[in-house]
């Protein structure tokens, strides 16, 4: 249950005037670290994996453990992929298990921006996933010093923002209004008049990139005017850095898991920090009282087939399992066979979407209509399916 619909959590910290935190993690020491902060904290929590850090880790093999920790937690959590870069990504991370998207064309001009997130808007919607678009530029790599990635700050403006949520339909708005990805030498400077404008005009959540180097007073002001997601993560790899670099003076000649030691609790003690400045500490019970929960819906057919070899079948059911795994909400495709000779049916399909809006989405995907009228449906007449919960 814990896991539960991002917009819900999203809108009541907006409505309730505090901000959920949204930290990047690159490893199980990051995961374990926030999720015992957030517990310790009775506190919602957003695990986030951003697109640029895949390069560390492999997203395929620490999704399965992000999304049990999230399964197994008492509050209530979602999973965020952080700047997608495409529609592929956004695709794929749905389909791994992550259930709020963000897609980040905010380099490309407004009308490409536009057009890219309303794809990704009418994907993800299709699959009950609410979507983080970015308008305006903050500059800067997570993790890495801000000066040496300068790029020039394009500020969000309110009349752009009108627009850009109004033709895209997105649920929340990540705004530039002064903050930058990574490490800063100096204090940023925010624009809150432009924020509270933005606020004022859109009245959805705001969410604010390159939270590592803000003040408890900037923070302050900027949940004040409509910020109700703050992604962090540069800080939380500094803390990491610091407690190696301890360990590795004070333990020169040990191995990995010495110089790891402490790890996971100095990223939890700063996550620790963050919730309790951003106001969503003990906000878990009546989160969870109003959230939907996340629950996947399975799809199953148990069928008999008429016309073809056991070969044939073979070769219909591994080409489904490519075609259909491919479908936007899809988390997995599973096939197989009656172990005893008589069943009354011989075959299984099971598919597990991961909310029930995909029950309709999917059976229109072209994919899917391609895939049953030719394949599947002439060889298989005698079925029965069935959509359910466990
Ligand atoms: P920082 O690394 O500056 O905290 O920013 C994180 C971020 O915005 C991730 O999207």
Known sequence: MPLVNMKDMLNHAYQNGYAVGAFDLVSL?????IMDAAERCHAPVILSLAESHFEY?????????????????TIPVAIHLDHGESFESAVHGINRGCNGIMVDSSQQTLADNIEMTRAVVDMAHACGVPVEGELGYVPGVEGEDAERHPGEI???TVSE??????QTEVDFLAV???????????KPKLDFFRLQEINDTLGIPLVIHGGTGLSDEQFQQLIGCGVSKINYYTSLA?????????NASTKPHHGYTSLAAGVRDSISIEVERCIRLWGSANR?????????????VEHLIIYNVDGITEHQANTMMSEGQNILSTIPGVLEVTTGRAIQHDAMYRYTWLIRFCHSAVIDSYRAHPKHVVFADTLFRPVAGERISIDYQT
């Open 238 to 246: 500094d803390k990491a850095g610091v407690q190696i670099r301890d």
């Open 284 to 296: 878990a019970t009546e989160l969870l009282a109003l959230c939907t929960p996340w629950m996947p």
């Open 57 to 73: 880790f492999d997203f395929e093999l620490a999704m399965p453990a992000v999304v049990a920790a999230a399964r197994r937690a």
């Open 161 to 166: 923002a009108k627009d850009y949520v109004t």
């Open 176 to 186: 530039s209004i002064g903050t930058v990805h990574g490490r800063m030498q100096g």
């Open 29 to 33: 020491d990051f995961l374990e670290g």
């Open 154 to 156: 394009a500020y969000t």
